[in-house]
């Protein structure tokens, strides 16, 4: 089965710095998605950024960009600039297609001091 | 429409209670999923209704029992609780080929 794990349960950033959280996965398939959702109190999980595995380009949205290492099975999850409201549960994700089951890391707790 | 509605926001209920969660999606997506999750926990997948056939994660007692009268709303029916199943539960859709999911912002479930 496929895992993914984050190493960080908790992490910090002052305000305006930037910040990187990791997540790693295990799998045997070439062909797959990975995901970042946000999970603010608000608890609703919100998609941050998503990687197709075949495109070896690094995808970005605004202020978050991924580190996508294919062979070393890594994608981490690269916030600039942080904001208050970037303040959240991070959870990574993976799924394969033609699958529906999304497989989520354990979870990086992320604080942004003002 | 690109939200996924899920009502009641907040649940009390009683052991000896049944009730019902409910969801619902207007974006054509075929594909519903139920998940439970605990605090500073990740998302369990509970049951996935894709294309009207019913997948169960075979872990989820019989106390949960899901419907999908349409493919744009799906229910979860709740009987004889116990208090370990208080969470925040989430529903989520999908639209098959897309690889995404957009999840609802769930209901806070509390089994007293």
């Known amino acids: 089965a496929q895992t993914v794990t984050q190493s960080q349960p908790e992490m910090s950033v002052q305000e305006a710095e930037t910040v990187t959280l990791s997540c790693t996965y295990d799998?045997?398939?070439?062909?797959?998605?990975l995901f970042w959702y946000k999970q603010p109190p608000s608890r609703q999980m919100i998609l941050v950024i998503r990687?197709?595995?075949?495109?070896?380009q690094n995808a970005t949205e605004n202020r978050f960009s991924v580190n996508f290492q294919k062979a070393a099975k890594s994608f981490s999850l690269k916030i600039s600039d942080s904001q208050l409201g970037d303040a959240a549960m991070y959870f990574c994700?993976?799924?394969?297609?033609?699958?529906?089951?999304?497989?989520f890391g354990t979870g990086t707790s992320l604080t942004v001091i003002p | 429409d690109t939200e996924v509605t899920q009502t009641p926001k907040h649940l009390v209920m009683g052991m000896t209670n049944k009730k019902s969660l409910k969801c619902e999606q207007h974006?054509?997506?075929?594909?519903m999923y139920w998940y439970k999750q605990k605090a500073k926990k990740p998302p369990e997948l509970m049951f996935v209704?894709?294309?009207?056939?019913?997948?169960i994660n075979e872990s989820v007692p019989s106390r949960f029992s899901p419907e999908c009268p349409n493919s744009s709303l799906l229910n979860l029916h709740l009987h004889a609780l116990q208090p370990e199943d208080s969470a925040l539960y989430l529903c989520a859709s999908s639209a098959g080929l897309h690889p995404g999911y957009t999840f609802g912002s769930g209901t806070r479930l509390t089994v007293v």
């Open positions: 994700a993976y799924r394969s297609p033609p699958g529906n089951q999304f497989y």
């Open positions: 799998t045997s398939e070439s062909d797959y998605y």
């Open positions: 990687q197709e595995a075949y495109k070896q």
């Open positions: 974006m054509g997506h075929r594909a």
């Open positions: 209704y894709s294309y009207e056939k019913l997948s």
